[in-house]
């Protein structure tokens, strides 16, 4: 044998051996999904978090990045470079002062072929108008939206703008405008494939985010991802941790902090206790005005009777929406909503069925321990009736995934007062360690439930890599001192298909196909 043979043959060893070591790797994936652990990992990993503080005013995380030709992100930064500079023309300031800031995209519709965006010019209202075309600096279409503005105790929000996009074409880039003239900005986003059972797509998990610079090295690491929207469950800006004019003016900088994503794709929004914004000494006692004024959810298309809670279909999932912090017992129009919704949920079509709230139902940290117990008894028998697949939660400030699980059978009087492994349960993530200002939750319960399968105290990110409608690869990516390091991997396996005896078939072609695309990715 020749030495180009003898090569040869060992790089096929090489690569024989990669693949194995891949498929033992999907398959030990498998086994932490579909196995009950005894004892699950309680990371003793301590990271040395920067100071948990909000960035300054001034600071360059609140500018608009170089090469959109816009302004400063507040009035607060308007007036200090007025003031410093003496060089402002009063064309330029007029141009300011229509400016589009604080730009941001959600789904409009209910099966994604629509987009609503919005955005706030400071002082002058100009056009809620929104041209788009499929390319670049071509708009060929244009959409009328409407305007809006409040006051918060003293503060005026400016012109809040949404328009919705709508009769857009499937898996197709979109380039839009907004503004006119020199005043005007220009942005991207991607329509979702069209809703099928094997459409492959990646959601980004994010919430608890705040204005930190550890939030700022979240949302640049979940940029880095190849995640395609964000499924955010709650606690935006942080705002309420401040009074009097300094609420709005938060709500102002977390806007321009998060536009470098929330501009050029979709962030599917739920409510936490921070966007509650009641402040009785102030006179503002309308729960969530600020959120309700600024971010609007396409509730009407699934039927909801408020922005709170909501349902969307994106590619090979149906999302669901809950509000942890609106009624949600039984008859109150919550509960009646989300028992229409599951009925609506067609496997077929979409067999991804994901629950997003703010408050986890099973938590293992001291901070907000048995917060979620009040919905658990109302909604835990519907979730595994359904066969919901995953829940993503935030409010704690930690990360925690647990192994699938119930607690059904116990009641005031009798039954099995422990959470037990169940097939047909979801499994629950906690992600609410995106940087807020709060800090992290560092003390977990001792001993460690055998429920819960990871948990650490730590800021990040997640993912969830849709491949087909059998298999799905969750990561937790932790920001380990500025640099983004998968921490928490496994996969998952559909509810529905792969525990359906009737479709082993399909279900055996899909795995083949899923270890295919771990050898080559």
């Known amino acids: 044998m020749g030495i180009a043979d003898q090569a040869t043959t060992l790089i096929e060893i090489m690569i024989t051996h990669a693949l194995l070591f891949k498929f033992l790797a999907v398959s030990f994936f498998f086994l932490s999904v579909v196995s009950y652990g005894s004892a699950g990992i309680t990371s003793t990993f ?25 302004p400063p992100a507040t009035k607060y930064n308007l007036l200090i470079l007025l003031y410093t500079t003496l060089i402002w023309s009063v064309s330029l300031l007029i141009m300011l002062l229509i400016y589009a800031l604080h730009v941001h995209i959600t789904q409009g519709d209910y099966n994604g072929k629509a987009v609503i965006i919005s955005w706030v010019t400071p002082e002058e209202a100009g056009p809620s108008k929104v041209q788009y075309g499929t390319s670049e600096k071509q708009y060929e279409f244009s959409a009328e939206g409407n305007t809006t503005n409040y006051t918060f105790y003293k503060y005026n929000s400016g012109y809040i703008h949404h328009c919705l996009v709508d009769g857009l074409e499937y898996d197709t880039k979109y380039y839009y405008k907004i503004g006119q003239g020199d005043s005007s900005r220009e942005f991207w986003f991607q329509t979702p494939p069209k809703i099928g059972p094997d459409v492959p797509y990646t959601f980004g998990i994010i919430g608890d985010l705040g204005q930190t610079y550890n939030s700022l ?26 009074m009097y004019n300094d609420v709005g003016i938060r709500w102002d900088t977390w806007g321009r902090f998060a536009e470098q994503s929330t501009a050029y794709q979709p962030w599917i929004w739920s409510v936490g206790n921070h966007e509650i914004d009641y402040f009785p000494e102030m ?55 989300l028992l229409e919704e599951l009925t609506k949920v067609d496997r077929e079509k979409t067999p991804w069925l994901i629950v997003l709230m703010h408050v986890p139902i ?35 400030h930690a990360y925690e995934r647990s192994y699938r699980i119930s607690n059904l059978h116990y009641n005031v009087s009798s039954g099995d007062c422990y959470p037990i492994p169940d097939k047909s349960a979801p499994v629950y993530i906690t992600v609410g360690d995106g940087g807020n200002q709060e800090g992290l939750a560092g003390r977990f319960r001792d001993p460690q439930p055998d429920y819960s399968a990871f948990r650490e105290a730590s800021y990040g990110h997640s993912t969830l890599e849709i491949k087909n409608r059998t298999h799905a690869f969750y990561h937790w990516n932790r920001n380990d001192d500025g640099k983004k390091v998968p921490t928490d991997s496994v996969m998952f396996l559909n509810q529905y298909w792969a525990s359906n005896l009737q479709r082993r078939r399909l279900k055996k072609k899909h795995l083949t196909g899923a270890y295919r695309s771990v050898a080559t990715n």
Not at 224 to 240: C, H, I, M, P, W
Not at 306 to 335: C, E, G, M, N
Not at 370 to 383: I, K, N, T
């Open 46 to 70: 301590i990271r040395s978090e920067w100071p948990s503080t909000d960035i300054p005013l001034d600071n360059e995380a609140f500018v608009v990045p170089k090469g959109h030709n816009a």
């Open 217 to 242: 090295s979240t949302l640049k690491h979940y940029m880095e991802s190849q995640g395609q929207t964000v499924l955010f469950v709650g606690d935006l800006s942080y705002a309420d941790r401040y």
């Open 283 to 337: 006179g503002e006692v309308r729960p969530f005005r600020n959120f309700l004024q600024r971010y609007t959810t396409p509730f009407l298309a699934s039927k909801s009777t408020s922005p709170l809670w909501y349902a969307i279909r994106r590619a090979s999932a149906h999302i669901i929406v809950l509000s942890s912090y609106s009624p949600f017992v039984k008859y109150t129009p919550q509960w009646r909503w």
């Open 362 to 396: 099973y938590n293992s940290n001291v901070a907000h321990f048995m917060e979620g117990e009040s919905m658990r008894p109302v909604f835990e028998s519907w979730f595994v009736k359904y066969k919901v697949d995953v829940i993503f939660a935030g409010h704690v």
